[in-house]
């Protein structure tokens, strides 16, 4: 009896025993991998620290913030960045750890979950601001001051991070397509690299443009696509072990969930 290796279990399994849509998306030449359900019993935590890492990021993102002065000046500084730099990096080691474990699919469902809360509360902030304030209020014009400026982090967040976000996605499950479940390394660095350039690039513009001047400005955009690479880098060993945690507890993580999904039409 002719004997198939699954990828990511290294067991052995006959040619009979595979369930009957891995063997036909395999004679359809689809190259299968392990992947597990978005309906899982992690998945649903995993997306609600997501969308909360991403608000509290992008209304932080509201504060320019810089640190080491050159010289004696008070209008340069070695590195300008913004608030949002203390968690946002977080939300792409997130949407690494779903892109490997859940896949393509769940981590397009995370990215619009995530929109839409930045929406809603992008919203909701904007009526609170025109409600007029009640008797012994007296912080109204420092309140439309930080949270007025919000929708154009949300903005920026939106048109950064849909781009972003889905080449970050993208480009790991191509890599996980080609390798398998070796190098995880590889994958995540540069799925980060792309995703993390292609974002930093877009919402620094959109939010930033015109607000820090222009050599500022710049320093602003590189220290940003560079600090969130090395966060990265930081706390690869860290997202290797929480990736590793979900796919053991996952019971659906397989490539029959993969076969499932191909046979349904999906491209990635």
């Given at each position: 009896?002719?004997?198939?290796?699954?990828?990511g279990s290294?067991?052995?399994?006959?040619h009979?025993?595979?369930?009957?849509?891995?063997?036909?998306a395999?004679?359809?030449?689809?190259r299968?991998?392990?992947?597990?359900?978005?309906?899982?019993?992690?998945?649903?935590?995993?997306?609600?620290?997501?969308?909360?890492?991403?608000l509290?990021?992008?209304?932080?993102?509201?504060?320019v913030?810089?640190?080491?002065?050159?010289?004696e000046?008070?209008?340069?500084y070695?590195i300008?960045?913004?608030?949002?730099?203390?968690?946002?990096?977080?939300?792409?080691?997130?949407?690494d750890v779903?892109?490997e474990v859940?896949?393509?699919?769940?981590?397009?469902?995370?990215?619009?979950m995530?929109f839409?809360s930045?929406?809603g509360?992008s919203l909701?902030?904007?009526?609170?601001?025109i409600?007029?304030p009640?008797p012994?209020y007296d912080?109204?014009?420092a309140?439309?001051?930080v949270?007025?400026?919000?929708?154009?982090?949300?903005?920026?967040?939106l048109?950064g991070?849909?781009?972003?976000?889905?080449?970050?996605?993208?480009?790991?499950?191509?890599?996980?397509?080609?390798?398998?479940e070796?190098?995880?390394?590889?994958r995540?660095?540069?799925?980060?690299?792309?995703?993390?350039?292609?974002?930093?690039?877009?919402?620094c513009?959109?939010?930033?443009?015109?607000?820090?001047?222009?050599?500022?400005?710049?320093k602003?955009?590189?220290f940003?696509?560079?600090?969130k690479?090395a966060?990265?880098v930081?706390?690869?060993?860290?997202t290797?072990v929480?990736?590793?945690?979900?796919k053991?507890?996952e019971g659906?993580?397989?490539?029959?969930?993969?076969a499932?999904r191909?046979?349904?039409?999906?491209?990635?």
């Amino acid at each position: 009896m002719n004997a198939d290796t699954v990828p990511g279990s290294g067991r052995q399994e006959p040619h009979e025993s595979r369930p009957a849509s891995a063997q036909s998306a395999q004679k359809a030449g689809a190259r299968l991998v392990a992947f597990a359900s978005s309906r899982g019993r992690y998945y649903a935590v995993v997306l609600a620290f997501f969308c909360v890492a991403l608000l509290v990021s992008n209304i932080s993102a509201t504060k320019v913030i810089a640190f080491f002065p050159m010289g004696e000046s008070t209008d340069n500084y070695w590195i300008v960045a913004d608030g949002g730099a203390f968690l946002f990096p977080f939300v792409y080691i997130m949407g690494d750890v779903i892109s490997e474990v859940y896949g393509f699919a769940a981590a397009r469902k995370a990215v619009i979950m995530g929109f839409v809360s930045q929406l809603g509360a992008s919203l909701i902030f904007l009526l609170v601001i025109i409600a007029p304030p009640g008797p012994g209020y007296d912080g109204q014009e420092a309140f439309a001051a930080v949270l007025g400026f919000y929708p154009r982090i949300v903005a920026a967040s939106l048109a950064g991070y849909a781009v972003g976000q889905m080449l970050n996605a993208f480009v790991l499950v191509r890599i996980k397509r080609r390798m398998g479940e070796r190098a995880l390394w590889v994958r995540l660095l540069g799925s980060t690299g792309v995703g993390e350039a292609a974002d930093t690039v877009i919402f620094c513009t959109v939010a930033f443009a015109g607000v820090i001047p222009g050599g500022e400005f710049i320093k602003y955009v590189l220290f940003g696509f560079v600090y969130k690479v090395a966060v990265e880098v930081l706390f690869l060993p860290v997202t290797q072990v929480v990736i590793r945690w979900f796919k053991k507890r996952e019971g659906t993580y397989s490539i029959e969930t993969d076969a499932e999904r191909r046979a349904e039409g999906a491209r990635v």
